[in-house]
């Protein structure tokens, strides 16, 4: 059992993605070393009259759980056991397991849509037929209920510490990094499985088409000419504890504006809240961080705001990106998936391009990198800000 104290800090010791730039961490340094993502025109079987690009993860169709877990079946569980198996988490998970017991592994991911779409699959079917909608009690337990993937991958790899879901919109996941660290340092658990899991589902496309927020392209981050967000879908995972390997989570910082349900303060006062206490709670200043992954979702409003909170803590100068051109918005996984990113970044010393954002909206007035590039990182920011002004930054250095 890890000694823990108020102050503990958080290591990531293990950690794989699945995005539609492929599965794994091999895949996903070359699509941002070659600037190549993953978005396509929409092709989402259930929802192929959207005229918009998103980023499906191929073959997930093709790769349902085993037999004896058909309660899980649904495809936000097929996405994190996906990522599970990339990259030896699942191994890293177990010895995790084995050295601390199952009962001090704790489970803290984030959602904004855990397995609703089997559901909605159901009740267009029912609809069809003309028959009330009606299934097992194990289908809301196990795939639609916001705890549904959390509960999946807590009896998939054995854990019985402590578990929860938060879902804050696209901050969902970045805060899932913070729950963790609190648990550890409060003694509930000696190591903890974070993770981001969202997918592909009929209320987010036909929710944001409502909104007016998709592109009719793939997105554009901060370019001069974006116009709306490509929704994709994703499972970030990391394995994380106080000992003191791998890269540590030395900031975090949250902030709750409530402006507007769905749009920002113009000037991101609350975004800016939540990235200089990511700063302070690091004890490090602005200029010590050498790349900031944006949240960066491609809308007129957002992106403009996210820049008004960089210049106000930052400045002008600190290279940053978003790279939603890559994945798309990944929802209530973006957190942990841009983290991850962010992470993967500082580990290998270089700066990930902003993909899709060109020309650039010089009118932002914040150093968007437009090429990857080599860089000597120590500090890194990953910001997330979700519906509602749920703010979270993170802030990663290395050990």
Not at 1 to 7: F, G, K, L, Q
Not at 69 to 97: E, F, K, P, S
Request: contains cysteine; aromatic residues 6%; proline residues 4%.
């Amino acid at each position: 059992m890890t000694r823990v104290t108020h102050n503990t800090p958080l290591y990531v010791h293990a950690s794989s993605l699945v995005t539609c730039c492929g599965a794994g961490w091999d895949a996903h340094d070359a699509a941002l070393r070659t600037m190549q993502g993953g978005l396509a025109p929409n092709d989402f079987a259930p929802a192929t009259g959207i005229a918009t690009w998103i980023g499906r993860v191929a073959g997930v169709e093709d790769a349902p759980l085993p037999a004896d877990w058909h309660d899980y079946d649904c495809r936000n569980n097929r996405l994190a056991l996906l990522a599970l198996r990339q990259d030896g988490v699942d191994a890293a998970i177990a010895t995790a397991a084995k050295r601390h017991g199952v009962a001090r592994i704790g489970v803290f991911i984030g959602s904004s849509t855990s397995g609703v779409l089997s559901t909605e699959i159901a009740a267009r079917d029912a609809a069809e037929r003309g028959v009330a909608l009606a299934f097992a009690p194990a289908h809301y337990a196990a795939r639609h209920n916001m705890y549904a993937t959390a509960r999946f991958i807590r009896a998939w790899c054995g854990l019985e510490g402590p578990g929860a879901t938060i879902s804050t919109a696209c901050s969902s996941s970045a805060k899932a990094f913070i729950a963790a660290r609190r648990a550890i340092r409060a003694g509930r658990c000696d190591a903890a499985v974070v993770a981001g899991v969202d997918s592909l589902a009929l209320s987010t496309l036909h929710g944001f088409r409502a909104l007016q927020l998709l592109s009719p392209r793939a997105c554009r981050p901060f370019g001069a000419l974006r116009d709306g967000i490509s929704i994709g879908e994703a499972a970030a995972v990391a394995l994380v504890g106080g000992e003191a390997r791998g890269v540590r989570l030395a900031g975090a910082g949250e902030s709750s504006d409530a402006h507007h349900m769905s749009t920002p303060p113009p000037d991101g006062a609350g975004a800016a809240r939540a990235m200089q206490a990511a700063l302070d709670d690091a004890g490090i200043n602005a200029a010590a961080v050498g790349y900031i992954n944006l949240h960066g979702t491609a809308t007129p409003v957002n992106d403009a705001a996210e820049a008004a909170a960089v210049r106000t803590v930052f400045g002008a100068s600190t290279p940053a990106s978003s790279t939603k051109g890559y994945s798309g918005h990944t929802l209530g996984a973006a957190g942990a998936l841009e983290a991850l990113l962010a992470i993967h970044a500082l580990r290998n010393d270089f700066i990930p391009a902003n993909l899709g954002g060109l020309p650039v909206d010089a009118a932002l007035g914040i150093e968007i990198a437009t090429t990857t590039r080599a860089a000597q990182l120590t500090h890194v920011m990953s910001n997330s800000f979700g519906f509602g002004g749920s703010n979270c930054a993170l802030v990663f250095s290395r050990a």
